[in-house]
């Protein structure tokens, strides 16, 4: 089943105006990016393990074919020659890690606002809730649709 992509930017975000709605979505949304940032983990865990094995295999067929591929070219055997014929054979598995630790270090980064966005939640939820919306008088705040359509009537009145 694949799975459907979102974009952070719109997951991020908060309707401040839809408080209910954010809060619902909220746990979804949350998972949706550490059940990604888990992932990319196991990915990046896979593409080490891999490098570990092509490691040693490399290492192992430098040795057995030293005499036959790098004497002429390298001269005697020794561990820095070896380490360094070993690191260019090995150089595009690590440019793989490299590009799965930057995927996880954007998820954890990702995972992180969720967590922010819930603390907004929270704090937008008390301001609601404590009235900070209202108007000084009690009354409801209006905004500029409101506004516009007061004016609109005190000067129908006056005609």
């Known amino acids: 089943?694949?799975?459907?992509?979102r974009l952070f930017s719109?997951?991020?975000?908060?309707?401040k105006y839809k408080l209910e709605i954010?809060?619902?979505k909220q746990a979804s949304i949350y998972f949706y990016w550490a059940e990604k940032l888990a992932d990319a983990k196991n990915k990046l865990n896979?593409?080490?393990?891999a490098l570990k094995l092509?490691?040693?295999?490399?290492?192992l067929e430098i040795r057995k074919n030293w005499e036959a591929e790098y004497l002429a070219v390298?001269?005697?055997q020794t561990e820095?020659?070896?380490?360094a014929i070993l690191e260019s054979e090995i150089q595009s598995a690590r440019e793989n890690i490299r590009d799965a630790q930057s995927e996880v270090n954007y998820l954890i980064a990702a995972v992180s606002a969720m967590d922010h966005r819930k603390s907004e939640l929270d704090n937008l939820t008390t301001l609601l809730v404590k009235g900070f919306y209202a108007a000084?008088?009690?009354g409801k705040r209006e905004g500029p649709v409101e506004l516009t359509q007061r004016d609109i009537r005190k000067k129908l009145r006056k005609e």
């Open 22 to 24: 954010e809060c619902e």
């Open 136 to 138: 000084p008088n009690g």
């Open 74 to 76: 390298n001269g005697k």
């Open 1 to 5: 089943m694949a799975k459907e992509e």
């Open 80 to 83: 820095a020659g070896i380490k």
């Open 46 to 49: 896979e593409k080490e393990d």
């Open 10 to 15: 719109e997951d991020v975000r908060i309707n």
């Open 54 to 59: 092509i490691t040693a295999q490399k290492d």
